[in-house]
């Protein structure tokens, strides 16, 4: 793909995420495509997977969660994106009571392309800071994406 058509699609993409247009989202993905949480070492494979970690662990946990782009990359068939990722914790997150506190982090996105639509997203952000910020105990959450990777063979369905 060229860079034009990447950039287009990851913007459609970020407009469904906004919206919380999550078969929105699934249309800029490959069928068996992938959502990696670099900082809990959690893959969710397919779109099945890929939906229930939109819904339960980021659109449940942090319902104004918004990334602010401030610059990407392009590489053969990839993109790379970065910015600020703020959000509130307001609902459970891998099943932790939320903090209530409000977070700005920096993240790091990299996009795969694959015939004509996203493959799939690896997300890259500091987790102790958020957890900080968001009044979150990081062990706790360490812990119960410990518990995931486990039960799920290092892929997870939510």
Known sequence: MDTTEMRRLFETHREAEAAR????????????????????GLRSQGGDAV????????????PDLSPEDEG???GED????????RG???????GVPPGGGAFEVPFANIVPFRDGLMA????????ATLCEQARIPL????AAA????AGAGATTTG
Do not use: H
């Open 21 to 40: 247009d999550i078969d929105g989202i699934l249309r800029t993905f490959v069928p068996d495509c992938f959502l990696e949480t670099k900082a809990l």
């Open 51 to 62: 939906r229930a970690a939109y819904q339960q662990q980021y659109f449940t946990a942090f």
């Open 72 to 74: 990407i990359g392009y």
């Open 78 to 85: 990839v993109i790379a994106v970065w910015g600020t990722l």
């Open 88 to 94: 509130t914790s307001r609902g459970e997150w891998l």
């Open 120 to 127: 799939g997203e690896a997300i890259y952000f500091d987790l």
């Open 139 to 142: 062990e706790r959450i360490r």
């Open 146 to 149: 410990a518990a995931r990777r």
